[in-house]
């Protein structure tokens, strides 16, 4: 049994006392420090909790890194799975064809993958043509915008712009001279409905840049300020000479009033919205080789099932020459309830008075280097906020790509073989299209030295599911019918063939 250590201390010194009266005094030693071991009960809690915290954090990244990459491949995959299987009927069915529409509409079982930004300046590598890999850098993050270098090689630049050429290019021109007054008789407006559609601050009064951006859409001419002024003096609808029209003045004017003085004074080119030519190529089968691996290329570059690729509009090529421009616009409007998109419309089986494009995404290509000038801009990528009436301030007009390009926030320069694409609508949450993007606004700076050649590819997608899986069963119903009218030809041809031989 162990005794307490204050006893064999009390011993020691009594043997030591003991010696000393028997012998003389030894000579004194230097005093030895005795180390006393600390307590590490809190440094081992201390140590303990930073590590719990430690292994937390790295498992939650883990399982967010693990979230990421399969939810995206899930979506990926079940997109592609859905569509590849069935890219020359363009069906609208889930993993089992089995599956059919019901009553209520068709069930949800197409995906649309989106590519993330990450940050401005980050590059990812992407895999588009066989043996090459290209860079893809994301430009801004609103809009989703990305530019992918070397996208089409020098020689397939050319071969793209000798076809628009061999097919001839149609004047660019976006000005509406007739139809407009069908369109109100339709609607059934008011000149107080009109006035309180186009007073934006709802202030009573419709103000210089209120006037203007609806012009500029109605009759596709760009009118200044200056032309405003000189437009109101020739109506005298201005009496008071404020700038500004109030109910009782605008209802004095006619609804195509803009249009009639204008056209009678004489319009320029440069007053044009859009100052360019323009033709269609088609991308289908039996189309230039070019064409049809440029369409397979933005397939993959998008990442979007194929037959939605294949079902929207044809490669769009434009030509500006010195002095073209196109000024700030977005390639599709936002969507309704009362709106019906271009391409579904029949399927739909609906009138509506409204038409957008619907085009979510835009994949443009620049098919030549330009001497000087040529940007295209996107005056608003990546503001805190978009105001329309911020737009037109002062003697600012962002939206003027002929005097005010420069102050644009984004301009990319054309380079030739280089592609750029962005989304022109945000993400609905669940795989699908949600509301338009309005920091895709964008247009093509004058050319001041030079021709700029530059080739669009839109993909065409409804935000109304439903509208898109009908239009896309509709397209498969006729292609099935056309291939069986064919083969129905075929055999009566084999069969009086045959019969001939006879």
């Given amino acids: 049994m162990m005794e307490p250590q204050d006893n064999i201390e009390e011993d020691d010194t009594a043997s030591s006392a003991s010696a000393s009266s028997s012998s003389p005094p030894p000579r004194s030693l230097p005093r030895q420090r005795v180390s006393l071991q600390k307590s590490s009960v809190c440094s081992r809690s201390y140590f303990m909790v930073v590590m719990v915290f430690f292994h937390v954090y790295i498992i939650n990244v883990i399982a967010l890194l693990l979230y990421v990459h399969y939810n995206n491949g899930s979506n990926t995959s079940t997109a592609n799975r859905d569509f590849t299987n069935r890219d020359n009927s363009h069906k609208v069915t889930g993993p089992s064809d089995a599956q059919t529409p019901s009553d209520s509409g068709f069930p949800r079982n197409m995906y649309l993958p989106r590519i993330e930004g990450i940050r401005v300046g980050h590059v990812q590598k992407v895999s588009l043509v066989p043996g090459k890999v290209h860079e893809m850098k994301t430009l801004s993050l609103k809009p989703l915008l990305f530019e992918i270098p070397g996208f089409l090689s020098e020689e397939e630049c050319g071969v793209v712009v000798r076809l628009a050429q061999l097919k001839g290019l149609m004047e660019s021109q976006v000005m509406v001279p007739e139809g407009q007054e069908e369109l109100d008789q339709q609607l059934n407006l008011s000149p107080e409905e009109i006035f309180n559609f186009l007073d934006l601050n709802q202030d009573g009064q419709l103000q210089p840049h209120e006037i203007l951006t609806h012009s500029r859409v109605r009759d596709g001419i760009w009118l200044t300020s200056e032309n405003l002024k000189e437009i109101y003096d020739g109506l005298k609808v201005d ?34 919205v859009r100052n360019s030519r323009h033709t269609w190529l088609y991308q289908g089968q039996g189309a230039h080789q070019v064409l049809q691996d440029l369409r397979k290329r933005v397939t993959r570059l998008t990442r979007l099932p194929s037959s939605l690729v294949e079902l929207s509009e044809p490669l769009q090529v434009v030509r500006y020459e010195q002095g073209g421009h196109y000024h700030a616009h977005h390639d599709s409007g936002p969507v309704y309830p009362e709106t019906a998109c271009t391409h579904t419309r029949l399927a739909a089986n609906t009138t509506s008075p409204f038409q957008t494009s619907c085009r979510y995404i835009t994949v443009l290509f620049y098919l030549s280097n330009v001497e000087e000038g040529g940007e295209t801009t996107f005056p608003v990528a990546d503001n805190r906020t978009y105001e329309e009436a911020s737009l037109i301030q002062n003697d600012v007009d962002l939206l003027d790509t002929r005097k005010h390009c420069d102050k644009g926030n984004l301009r990319v320069k054309p380079i030739k073989g280089t592609a750029v694409f962005w989304y022109n609508y945000l993400s609905d949450g669940r795989g699908w299209v949600g509301e338009q993007d309005e920091y895709s606004l964008h247009g093509g700076c004058v050319v001041t030295r030079g021709t700029k050649w530059v080739a669009n590819n839109w993909i065409n997608v409804d935000p109304d599911y439903q509208r898109q899986a009908r239009y896309q069963q509709f397209v498969s119903q006729q292609e099935t019918q056309e291939q069986e009218e064919l083969i129905s030809e075929l055999n009566s041809d084999q069969h009086i063939e045959t019969h001939q031989d006879l």
């Avoid at 700038?243 to 009678?264: I, M, T, Y």
């Fill in 239 to 272: 009496q008071d000479g404020n700038g500004l029209l109030s109910l009782e003045e605008f209802g004095r004017l006619r609804s195509d009033a803009f249009q009639h003085f204008l056209l009678q004074r004489g319009v320029e080119r440069s007053q044009l």
